[in-house]
């Protein structure tokens, strides 16, 4: 088992992860300093190409971007989200998976689901890669609006059956989006690997959200969202000043001129 992932399972119960999304270098160096995962999201499709679903994203814009974070990270742990209909079967998971480790480079994988995919994780795990699982609302196939999972006794039952079987094919964490708090808790107890949260409550092991987010670049209304800064703001006031500045033929100086 790969060093990087095996300090994020070791971090259970002694100090929490943080996990924060980034598709390119420069976000990616900056988080970088701060976030034990890195994960290069599908969230990508909507936050960046104004997708109306992840449905959209495919392969190579993956990878892609994966290359383009890579190229900032010293320190993190390195996700890549494989995409709707690139693990519809072993076989299929495991090429798509082979391919963006090899040419992006990045430390593990990520794929949506329970033990409808337990099958697959294991058999990833089996051939040396490293997989996060992801369970509760998974937007690869939400039908309609997204809501919280966890209320209903029958949808406790299958999150709880889903991280075990998770957990049991090898899987070294899990993200839980958009789980009820109570529910978040059990699991985080009862299984040894870790659980991410989104929208899932203080009691998982760390949180992930999506860096454009919490930045304001995005302007995302979701309840757990944090918006930590208005960077639209900031970069309004730069380039206002800058077009003044053309405007004006304050800039380019001579000490911006060769
Ligand atoms: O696509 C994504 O960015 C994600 C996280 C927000 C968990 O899956």
Sequence with gaps: MNYKI???????????????TAYSKNIAEIIDNHTDIVLVGDSLGSVLYNFNTTR????????????????????????????YNTYRNKIEALKNSKRAIK?????????????EVSDIVNY???????????????????????????KTEKEKI?????????EKSGAFGIVLECVYSDISKKITKLIKIPTIGIGASINCDGQVLVTDDILGLTNA????????????????????KF???????????KKYSY
Excluded: W
């Design 6 to 20: 095996k300090k994020i399972i070791n971090k259970k119960n002694k100090s929490k992860i943080v996990c924060l």
């Design 56 to 83: 959209k994203v495919n392969l190579n814009m993956m990878i892609e971007h994966t290359r383009s974070v890579k190229a900032g990270i010293k320190k993190s742990l390195l996700v890549i989200d494989l995409p």
């Design 103 to 115: 040419e992006t480079k990045c430390d593990a994988v990520k794929i949506e689901g329970g033990s």
């Design 124 to 150: 990833l795990v089996k051939n040396k890669v490293n997989v996060l699982g992801h369970i509760g609302v998974t937007p690869q196939t939400v039908k309609g609006k997204f809501r919280s999972k966890g």
């Design 158 to 166: 299958k999150l709880i059956r889903d991280a075990q079987a998770l």
């Design 221 to 240: 209304k979701i309840k757990f969202v944090k918006k930590y800064i208005n960077i639209r703001k900031i970069i309004n006031s730069a380039v206002f």
């Design 243 to 253: 077009k003044k500045e053309v405007k004006s033929r304050k800039y380019p100086t």
